[in-house]
């Protein structure tokens, strides 16, 4: 079963825009993680967040945390075409090693 | 460096045949994971592994699934009796401590026909 839930299911945006993602889940964490995902590249990890961080930055993009509320958000600033790929959020649940995921958020940079 | 590799890329199988996916993970990754991921959806954990001893298979939907690392680097992921419910990608991972990024491979895609 996966913990997390991204919101929206998919998201079509001209380029130079900024595109907002949500993620939403069910039990305590340690951390929480954004992977980007598309044919090219495969799976690969954006950035990290821990539960104690409300706010991370890592070049265009900008992750918020709110554990009251359990849920995350991914802005990617000033989009370009090869943003395009699915967004997963990965959560710990806890566990030491196991991660939980979303079902993604697909996302078109529209040129 | 290399990252996780993951052979075959594709694999068609005919229902009821065995098949094995290999996973090479980063060198000196302690850390290796198995996932399976359906159209359209997240991964689902299968199972851990901490050098060679799996430590979680609870993920594994079935006993026809095993997965073995025997001297801590490559692991291979073997089903028996392929059926068309098992035909998704399935990931492999590696990370050189267990709470941080995990670094995927590009997955074997399989078929069951």
């Known amino acids: 079963s996966q913990q997390g839930e991204e919101d929206p299911q998919a998201l079509s945006i001209q380029e130079g825009e900024n595109a907002t993602m949500n993620c939403s889940y069910k039990?305590?964490?340690?951390?929480l993680q954004w992977y980007r995902q598309n044919s090219g590249r495969g799976l690969v990890h954006l950035i990290l967040?821990?539960?104690n961080e409300r706010e991370k930055h890592s070049g265009r993009l900008r992750v918020t945390l709110d554990t009251s509320k359990k849920s995350s958000s991914l802005l990617i600033t000033a989009s370009r075409a090869a943003d395009t790929a699915s967004y997963f959020c990965?959560?710990?649940?806890?566990?030491?090693?196991?991660?939980?995921w979303g079902a993604g958020t697909k996302l078109i940079i529209k040129p | 460096g290399a990252g996780v590799s993951q052979s075959p890329r594709y694999k068609v199988a005919k229902r009821g045949q065995d098949v094995a996916l290999r996973c090479d993970p980063i060198?000196?990754?302690?850390?290796l994971f198995w996932y399976q991921q359906a159209l359209g959806q997240g991964p689902e954990f299968l199972t851990y592994?901490?050098?060679?001893?799996?430590?979680?298979k609870s993920g594994l939907p079935s006993d026809r699934f095993f997965a073995e690392r025997p001297e801590g680097s490559v692991s291979t992921l073997k089903i028996q009796r392929t059926q068309q419910e098992d035909s998704a990608v399935y990931l492999c991972?590696?990370?050189?401590?267990?709470?941080?990024?995990?670094?995927f491979g590009p997955g074997t895609r399989l078929t069951v026909t």
């Open positions: 991972a590696s990370s050189g401590t267990s709470r941080y990024e995990q670094y």
């Open positions: 060198s000196g990754h302690v850390s």
């Open positions: 592994f901490q050098n060679e001893a799996q430590l979680d």
């Open positions: 039990t305590s964490i340690n951390n």
């Open positions: 967040i821990r539960s």
């Open positions: 990965a959560t710990d649940a806890g566990s030491n090693y196991q991660l939980i």
